[in-house]
């Protein structure tokens, strides 16, 4: 007995999703570096807005490391560039102290934005798959 199968669409289906992971992944990786600028920009606003602590904010960056698969992208101060090393003291405080900052602020601003962002990248190739 034998017995022929038309799995022609199913290719269709795998070549459209590899199509789309691409796409999917420059989309992502675009918003997801206009997200981090914004957080860091919030974040250097903050910090230029306190009186003791306005020195730190040219220390706050966002740096990108991405691979095949991944999107990723670190915000916050450097310790090594200056005013850095007051972050902590700004955010997390002392004994003494500090504490005044709140970094998930941004990170709330952002959020709903970013979400947002994504599911239009969702909605606008779903149709493509």
Same mark, same amino acid.
């Given at each position: ?13 795998a ?18 570096? *206009? ?27 966002? %740096?990108?490391?991405?691979? *095949? ?11 090594? =560039?200056k ?21 998930e602020?941004?990170? =709330?601003? %952002?959020?709903? =934005? ?16």
């Amino acid at each position: 007995m034998s017995f022929n199968i038309d799995a022609s669409e199913l290719f269709e289906l795998a070549r459209n999703f590899g199509k789309a992971s691409e796409e999917v992944y420059a989309e992502v990786d675009a918003v997801s570096s *206009k997200g981090a600028l914004n957080i860091k920009n919030e974040m250097i606003a903050d910090a230029r807005g306190s009186a003791h602590f306005k020195g730190m904010a040219s220390s706050i960056t966002y %740096e990108h490391s991405n691979s *095949k698969s991944v999107v990723r992208r670190v915000i916050g101060p450097d310790k090594d =560039r200056k005013g850095g090393a007051l972050a902590n003291i700004y955010y997390f405080g002392t004994s003494r102290g500090g504490g005044s900052g709140d970094i998930e602020k941004p990170l =709330r601003t %952002e959020g709903p =934005r970013f979400e947002k962002a994504l599911g239009d990248i969702a909605d606008k190739l779903g149709g493509k798959l």
